[in-house]
């Protein structure tokens, strides 16, 4: 079975900050592993996705995220972030099933607060 | 091109009620799941629907069921509500080939009184 962790629940942080999300996962076998944000009152939007390839992935917005396979970790940073950027943040993995994505297992997200 | 789109966005039950949601997949888009979001949690995977068959289901229990119609669009149906199903119930649709990720809706906001 799989498991994500998702390190802090709340993170308070300046505008014009860098800023890091801590994700750890738990898996017996190779997973895809993903970033979403939700806003308030909307569902989720994929900020980045790791499938396979180079471990530093950049999404929207900004944001990039490093997949450490020794570490089981999947952290994303944004050099610099914004107002806008103040939002719930999930962390995801999923296995391949058949040649496309199996559930999604979600960790219990990150509330980013960005503070002016 | 629309995205997932799903509705109500709102509905307040009654415990014991029945409930149907419903939901329509991204353009192109054969594939549907369903997620239940309780409050200050991540959400949690309820089924997967593909060539209108359950191909996955998570830990939830006979009460929920579901259902894909030919051309993608999916239900969610909850019998005998308890107080514990409010929740966001979200909508993903995907591709069923190619490892495409999965597109949320905006969710359907069910409350139990």
């Known amino acids: 079975a799989q498991s994500v962790t998702q390190l802090d629940s709340q993170v308070p942080v300046f505008e014009e900050a860098p800023v890091e999300l801590r994700c750890n996962y738990s898996?017996?076998?190779?997973?895809?592993l993903f970033w979403y944000v939700q806003y308030p009152n909307q569902g989720l939007q994929l900020l980045l996705k790791y499938l396979s390839g180079s471990t530093l992935v950049k999404g929207i917005n900004g944001f990039e995220a490093e997949f450490n396979k020794s570490q089981t970790s999947f952290h994303l940073r944004k050099p610099s972030v914004h107002i806008s950027d103040t939002a719930e943040y999930f962390c995801a993995v999923s296995v391949d099933y058949g040649g496309s994505q199996g559930n999604l297992i979600f960790g219990k997200g990150t509330k980013l607060s960005v503070k002016p | 091109d629309a995205g997932v789109t799903q509705s109500p966005t709102h509905l307040i039950k009654t415990r014991g009620q029945q409930v149907t949601l419903r939901c329509s997949p991204k353009?192109?888009?054969?594939?549907v799941s369903w997620y239940q979001q309780a409050l200050g949690q991540g959400p949690q995977f309820i089924f997967q629907y593909y060539e209108e068959e359950e191909r996955q289901r998570g830990n939830f229990p006979d009460r929920f069921s579901g259902h894909q119609y030919p051309n993608y669009s999916s239900e969610l149906n909850v019998n005998a509500l308890l107080l514990g199903d409010s929740a966001l119930y979200l909508c993903?649709?995907?591709?069923?080939?190619?490892?495409?990720?999965?597109?949320f809706g905006d969710g359907t906001r069910l409350s139990i009184l």
């Open positions: 353009s192109g888009h054969d594939t």
């Open positions: 993903a649709s995907s591709l069923s080939r190619g490892n495409q990720p999965q597109h």
């Open positions: 898996s017996s076998v190779s997973v895809y």
